[in-house]
């Protein structure tokens, strides 16, 4: 159980980032892990507790916490405080296909719930789950897994985010023939083009790619699947088609007609483009980065941010490297207290603001945090060439669901580059339309409750498609249930 009482004895300590005006110079990883005997004391200071509310993945109020995955915890945390890591790691991949991205990007809802939390700090659950997967890439625990039996069936797996990748991992483990389509030039959906380098680095998508070929995942990229024959040619030359494209359709800008300014793009543009640059040029050096010409770049611009959450978050990062002259983010939401609240006491979802290391960058650099919380655009004014030159914000307040403008509260502020990252509309209807899916108002694929298949037979649906724009831990856990729905499928029985 970890070292008796070690949560008394050990305090937590998370891994350190690598300091801001050292950071915001490249895009590598900003995180800096803790040493090995370091770490054995985190994972010592788990109490393995009779009912581990860590791994529960239990809604509280409409929020869950505790791990998607359910995986186990207290396990593994044991075997790190007793230097056991083979084993640690065999029990952390029970239940958990890539334990690598999970460990540098997930927001932990495991540590939300670890009882330890109740008094004092949780266990630091997400540093120990990547110390655990890294050693076994080191150490070479990590080998092929190819299945020594083949089902002959066949599979087809479109999109290749964390959902589309977990359900190609579990089928083709069970036996199954895989092959995952994918309209990018790279896989890994947005954990290569939305998620930036310097909270996962893309040569450990680039690993796990390469192991899952090894165990005979076939992947077809730049292939996108778009057109009603290609979806029955599918449908007729495999067994069953697994749809996990993600929830990636734009919300409409209301504050104006957008098409006619330059200077103003959605998160997922910007953010694409420079993880293209990336990889283009095989440097990390912001500076490069920055002066490429098909980068949107924020270099030396005032730059506005419509949304306050993870993706503003990363806009904010990427900005700060490109060498912006100014950042501002605006929220249509209250600002959330920097503590809990009575009416928010633990186990619930911690209703509090996050640090976020965009902001901390932003604030470091400029002086100030730049969220701006109840506040929303007015208007937008261009130039005679229709060039985004000023934006005007207003106030809000939220009056019987809805959000009010404070009249006379507006503001105007310098603005060249106007990054729009407050949220997605769904799923992109195409693909369920061609396949003869239906989708609900949400914009999300409908299934019956607890299953993964859509209307159409042999047609399943995984991930934000599937549950809404989400979190990749939420992508892989739908992707693992759905692969067991879909060998069950096949075979007439699943294990
Ligand atoms: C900027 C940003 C940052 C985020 N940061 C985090 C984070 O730090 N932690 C976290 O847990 N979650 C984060 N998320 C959320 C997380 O990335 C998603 O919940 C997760 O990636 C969803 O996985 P998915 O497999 O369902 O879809 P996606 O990752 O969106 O993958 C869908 C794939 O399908 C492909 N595709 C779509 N249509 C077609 C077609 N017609 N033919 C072929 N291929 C197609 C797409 O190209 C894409 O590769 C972030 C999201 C964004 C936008
Ligand atoms: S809740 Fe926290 S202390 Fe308890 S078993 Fe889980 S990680 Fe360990």
């Not at 990390?284 to 980068?295: M, R, S, T």
């Not at 009575?342 to 619930?348: I, R, V």
């Not at 999300?444 to 399943?460: E, I, K, L, N, P």
Request: hydrophobic share 35%.
């Amino acid at each position: 159980m970890g070292k008796a009482a070690g949560f008394l004895e050990f305090e937590r300590k998370s891994s350190r980032r690598r300091p801001v005006a050292e950071r915001i110079r490249d895009f590598e990883e900003f995180n800096i892990p803790l040493g090995t005997d370091e770490r054995k004391e985190q994972a010592g200071r788990c109490m393995n507790c009779g009912v581990p509310f860590c791994q529960s993945a239990m809604e509280l109020k409409r929020k869950v916490v505790g791990c998607p995955l359910h995986n186990l915890i207290p396990e593994w945390n044991d075997q790190i405080w007793l230097s056991h890591d083979r084993h640690g790691y065999d029990r952390l991949i029970k239940t958990s296909n890539f334990p690598e991205f999970t460990g540098r990007v997930c927001p932990a809802l495991c540590e939300k719930a670890c009882i330890c939390g109740q008094y004092d700090d949780p266990v630091s659950i997400h540093d120990n789950e990547l110390y655990l997967i890294e050693k076994a890439f080191k150490e070479g625990y990590i080998q092929p897994q190819i299945p020594e039996i083949r089902s002959g069936k066949r599979v087809a797996v479109i999109g290749s985010g964390p959902a589309g990748l977990a359900a190609a991992d579990e089928l083709n483990h069970r036996g199954h023939s895989v092959e995952v389509f994918e309209r990018e030039d790279r896989i890994g959906g947005l954990l290569m083009y939305g998620i930036p380098n310097m909270k996962l680095d893309k040569s450990i998508v680039e690993r796990r790619q390469k192991l899952m070929e090894k165990e005979g995942v076939i992947f077809h990229v730049n292939t996108e699947i778009k057109t009603k024959k290609t979806a029955e040619k599918l449908r007729q030359d495999f067994d069953a088609v697994i749809l996990c494209c993600g929830s990636g359709s734009e919300r409409e800008f209301k504050a104006a007609d957008i098409s006619r300014i330059k200077g103003v793009v959605y998160a997922m543009d910007f953010l694409k483009s420079t993880q293209k640059a990336v990889l283009r040029h095989g440097s990390l050096n912001a500076e490069d980065i920055a002066g490429d010409p098909e980068v949107i770049s924020a270099r030396g611009k005032d730059v506005v941010i419509m949304g306050s959450g993870d993706t503003a978050n990363d806009c904010v990062a990427t900005v700060m490297r490109h060498g912006c002259a100014s950042v501002f983010t605006m929220a249509r939401k209250k600002c959330p207290p920097s503590e809990r609240t009575d009416a928010n006491p633990w186990p619930e979802y911690p209703e509090i603001l996050e640090e976020g290391y965009g902001y901390e960058e932003a604030a470091v650099v400029f002086g100030e945090d730049p969220r701006h919380f109840e506040t929303t655009i007015r208007e937008l004014i261009a130039d005679e060439e229709g060039r985004l030159c000023r934006v005007i914000t207003v106030n809000v307040i939220r009056e019987d669901g809805r959000y009010v403008p404070v009249e006379g509260s507006e503001k105007e502020i310098k603005c060249q580059l106007l990054i729009l990252a407050n949220g997605f509309g769904g799923c992109e209807r195409k693909v369920p339309e061609i396949f003869g899916a239906s989708v609900n108002e949400k914009g999300q694929v409908s299934t019956r409750d607890g299953s993964y298949m859509t209307d159409a037979a042999g047609v399943f649906s995984a991930g934000d498609m599937h549950r809404g724009q989400s979190l990749v831990v939420w992508a892989i856990a739908e992707g693992r249930k759905c692969a067991k729905e879909v060998d069950e499928y096949l075979m007439g029985y699943t294990v």
